[in-house]
């Protein structure tokens, strides 16, 4: 499965930005997503996960009532609706996937088994 995240940019501080994340086969709506991020110098984090049936949604806490993850199964797309956008959450952000993520693991990078090439989003002060 090839992975494409995008839309990414640089947002002021308060504003919004919606990440996508596709696949070329348009198989997504068989997988399980989680969307990641890493900032300079830090260790990749867990943001969001979205069940491939759309059963568990699960959020980091630093970005809980900020963002959004959904799917559009029919474009084969996960989004990540990002709202009240901080500087700390300026990191690359990515997109695995995985056929079926043991739910206590969703947070667990090391257990997907395809990524996207990443998307860097920048929020300035």
């Known amino acids: 499965v090839q992975l494409q995240a995008f839309g990414g940019g640089l947002v002021q501080a308060g504003g919004f930005l919606r990440l996508s994340c596709t696949s070329s086969?348009?198989?997504?709506?068989?997988?399980?997503i989680g969307w990641f991020r890493q900032a300079p110098g830090k260790e990749r984090e867990f943001v969001a996960y979205?069940?491939?049936?759309?059963?568990?949604?699960y959020y980091a806490d630093s970005v809980k009532g900020r963002f959004t993850i959904s799917r559009d199964s029919a474009k084969s797309t996960v989004y990540l609706q990002m709202n009240s956008l901080k500087p700390e959450d300026t990191a690359v952000y990515y997109c695995?996937?995985?056929?079926?993520?043991?739910?206590?693991?969703?947070?667990?990078?090391?257990?997907?088994?395809?990524w996207g090439q990443g998307t860097l989003v920048t929020v300035s002060s």
């Open positions: 695995g996937a995985d056929s079926r993520v043991i739910l206590s693991q969703y947070a667990n990078g090391q257990v997907y088994d395809f």
């Open positions: 086969a348009r198989t997504l709506s068989r997988y399980d």
């Open positions: 979205h069940r491939w049936n759309g059963g568990n949604t």
